[in-house]
Nanobody, 123 residues
Framework: QVQLVESGGGLVQAGGSLRLSCAAS????????MGWYRQAPGKQRELVAT???????NDADSVTGRFTIPRDLPKHTMYLRMNSLKPEDTAVYCC?????????????????WGQGTRVTVTS
């Protein structure tokens, strides 16, 4: 079992910056990929950015050049650094981890989600 705890959301004016954090904890596990997704009011959840265990990143066109996804491997922590925020970035941001978890029955792969953190960008 892996727990994901997010922090760092809040209210910010357009053009401002925020940094979200997602810390993974639990038993014995390794992470294949972590990512950030967001869901704006009345819209479907969408991918923001992902990073693989090897460090390969992928991000949505809407955030390219504004958002980065650094991480601290020893701490199993991933960040979302958001710059030049726009009102359309307003959403609940959720952390996701594709992890391999050790268990008595053998390792298994599972998709974990955090509880989400709200980001509101005012114009």
């Amino acid at each position: 079992q892996v727990q994901l705890v997010e922090s760092g959301g809040g209210l910010v004016q357009a053009g401002g910056s925020l940094r979200l954090s997602c810390a993974a904890s639990g038993g014995s596990f390794s992470i294949n990929q972590m990512g950030w997704y967001r869901q704006a009011p009345g819209k479907q959840r969408e991918l923001v950015a992902t990073i693989t265990s090897g460090g390969t990143t992928n991000d949505a066109d809407s955030v390219t050049g504004r958002f980065t996804i650094p991480r601290d491997l020893p701490k199993h922590t991933m960040y979302l650094r958001m710059n030049s925020l726009k009102p359309e970035d307003t959403a609940v941001y959720c952390c996701n981890a594709d992890a391999i978890v050790a268990s008595m029955g053998g390792p298994y792969e599972y998709d974990y989600w955090g509880q989400g953190t709200r980001v509101t960008v005012t114009s």
